[in-house]
């Protein structure tokens, strides 16, 4: 077998990082898409909430769709993400909210020192890792997002400064059922 060197363990380890990420995403996703992640036993559906612990709660709670849904695929759809070649940044970063979320989530209904709070930052930091091996990458993806962009036309000062009754208006228009689609519409020409 021939030795690898330092560049090709630390790229092999990458991949086996892109694995295990996507690996648990996947699962997790599946998991909640099938039914076999949230929920409570009926058994706790009986008892009364002061007896209920806010992890039987918080599942409780999550069992409810769209959410259980919606959490299932973003956690699929991730995974796929990571583990393509052409798509891992965009994996990876979408992944970082997702992690925290179930860190914080696992942090506030089960307490700081579980299993899966202990196991949370470590996924964090392999996010991490991956992002700095492709930072070639990375670094010119996050320029380019958080470039200077500025509007298209130049206003008077008063349109700047009616700028939130106008955007207090917009709010109103969309609490209209069906009377922000027309407007847009309407603005756009459709």
Known sequence: MK???KGQIWDYF?????CLLAGLLLSYGLAKISGHQFGVPKEVMNMALKDIDLFRVSWY???????KSFIGISQMLTAMLILYNRTVILGTFISIPIWLNILVWDITFMGLMTPFTILLPFY????????LHYKTQVIPALQLCTRNTTIKYKYPIWAYLILPVLAFC??????IPGGSIRWIV???NL
Not at 61 to 67: C, K, M, Y
Not at 124 to 131: A, D, R
Request: proline share 3%.
């Open 3 to 5: 030795k690898l060197n």
């Open 186 to 188: 309407k603005m756009l």
């Open 170 to 175: 917009l709010q109103i228009i969309a609490a």
């Open 14 to 18: 990458i991949l086996v990082a892109r």
């Open 61 to 67: 709670l999550a069992d409810h769709e769209p959410f």
């Open 124 to 131: 964090l930091l392999l996010t991490v890792l991956i992002l």
